[in-house]
């Protein structure tokens, strides 16, 4: 009698998790996804509410990665929108393309506050030359990147309300991994390095292209999820919604990963497994491991902490609003708008459109359960900028993402090396995507983390 197939539970159903699902079904492995949510992909779905489409936040797929573009296209098919690119900053009393572009600094800022950034960003490259040094947390890097004024005006007050953190409480590691260049300073970069002074020092993320492509859905983020699980089944694997896992059981004498129990409509399971790939947060993966780890490693992940995300998705009486995709905002209430009709979001009634409008926020505080001040302060905000009044909004919708962004606090880098030492210690486990690896992927970058942990884990049952 021939011995079952080896099986392989993926924990959390966002983009790595399911592109992870994806590539073992297709190359004939067992498979079971067991995600929390009541729809599948994670941060990067929508949700229905009385016949429209709300999506966690504003989530497109790029084309970079040539062939999860490929593959993806092909699972979608006639359910994919292509559309350009088009995003905005609100920036000094106008709006400019984001990422931030040298003409639109040249047109757009007064000739005299534009020479004074300038100044001050050619007083940094040419200390830093003169005197390197490492910056102690994200108020430095930011200041040797961009020199003080733009730190001043451009970072510091939005970064401190976006994250509830100082930026001097924040690590620096937090600007090479989530802060997105600006484009524009890039080119006054090289007018410096042609002279001598070279930019030797940290860098920031590389921003996505001011003209470039973006797929999207009639029904939101929604569809491109939705696809790859109709495609996971079709070959053969398993995807379980509204499965929340509440132990990682671990071989007592291997210190394998031998099975995951999870609780679906309050009755627990068990799923016996050979490979384990988890997207869940890292230190929740840890605080359901039996036995326990270590002391030291759970203190470790009582430090790794996620800032919560409140998603306000407005059904509203107008046909459009925004001039764009979406557009980030520094000194509102809200920290970006997204209009998703404007990619070929389906809006019933068709007169109507729909706005997402994204907030930061604690689990609990007024932003988090919709209180009637905040949505005063939205529907003030939002009318202030010209975008829609209060009396357009026919409907609001709450969305909540409990774990939507790691957060880089000052000193979290050794907590993290010991999360992710005792997951290699556990030789059929792996942690990958935003939350599993505490990084920030864009859904290409995810779904090829998926992509990667899948061939460890078909490598690791051959050997």
Excluded at 332 to 360: C, M, Q, S, W, Y
Aim: net charge neutral; glycine share 8%; hydrophobic share 40%.
């Amino acid at each position: 009698m021939s011995s079952p197939s080896p099986h392989i539970a993926i924990l959390g159903g966002g983009p790595c998790g399911l592109y992870a699902a994806r590539v073992l079904s297709r190359a004939g492995h067992a498979v079971t996804v067991l995600d929390k949510g009541d729809r599948p992909g994670g941060l990067a779905t929508s949700h229905e509410r009385n016949g429209n489409w709300y999506d966690l936040g504003c989530h497109m797929l790029h084309e970079f990665d040539k062939e999860i573009y490929e593959d993806i296209m092909a699972i979608m098919g006639d359910d994919s929108i292509p559309v350009q690119l088009d995003a905005k900053i609100r920036w000094a009393g106008s709006f400019y393309r984001y990422p931030l572009q040298p003409k639109d600094m040249l047109k757009g800022i007064p000739f005299f506050t534009l020479c004074y950034y300038v100044l001050g960003l050619f007083a940094a490259q040419f200390r830093n030359k003169l005197v390197p040094w490492v910056p102690k947390n994200a108020e430095e890097a930011l200041i040797m990147l961009y020199g003080n004024p733009l730190y001043e005006f451009f970072f510091k007050d939005f970064t401190h309300r976006y994250w509830g953190i100082h930026p001097r409480e924040l690590s620096a590691t937090f600007i090479t991994t989530k802060m997105p260049r600006l484009s524009a300073v890039d080119m006054f970069k090289k007018w410096l390095a042609k002279v001598g002074i070279k930019d030797k020092t940290i860098r920031a993320v590389d921003s996505a292209l001011h003209e470039e492509t973006l797929h999207y859905s009639r029904t939101g983020a929604e569809a491109m999820p939705r696809a790859i699980v109709k495609a996971i089944k079709a070959a053969g694997g398993t995807v379980i919604q509204g499965a929340e896992v509440t132990r990682v059981i671990l071989d007592e004498t291997t210190q394998r990963v031998k099975a995951v129990q999870y609780r679906q409509d309050g009755v627990d399971h068990e799923l016996a497994c050979d490979q384990c790939i988890s997207t869940i947060p890292i230190p929740h993966l840890v605080q359901r491991a039996d036995p326990a780890p270590s002391a030291e490693v759970l203190e470790a992940a009582r430090e790794i902490r996620y800032k919560p995300i409140a998603i306000y998705g407005l059904l509203v009486n107008k046909p459009k609003c925004i001039d764009a995709l979406y557009i980030y905002y520094r000194d509102r209430a809200f920290h970006r708008v997204g209009e998703p009709k404007n990619a070929g979001l389906v809006v019933n009634p068709p007169d109507h459109t729909v706005l997402i409008v994204e907030t930061t926020c604690e689990i609990g505080d007024e932003k988090w359960q919709g209180t009637d001040d905040v949505k005063d302060r939205i529907f003030t905000d939002l009318q202030l900028e010209g975008i829609c009044t209060r009396d357009d909004v026919v409907e609001v919708n709450l969305l909540h993402g409990e774990t939507g962004y790691p957060i880089f606090a000052l000193g979290f880098e050794p907590h993290l090396d010991k999360l992710k030492a005792w997951v290699n210690s556990v030789p059929n486990l792996q942690t990958a995507g935003r939350q599993g690896a505490f990084t920030y992927p864009n859904m290409h970058s995810a779904m090829r983390m998926g992509a990667r942990a899948a061939e460890t884990a078909m490598g690791r049952l051959k050997s």
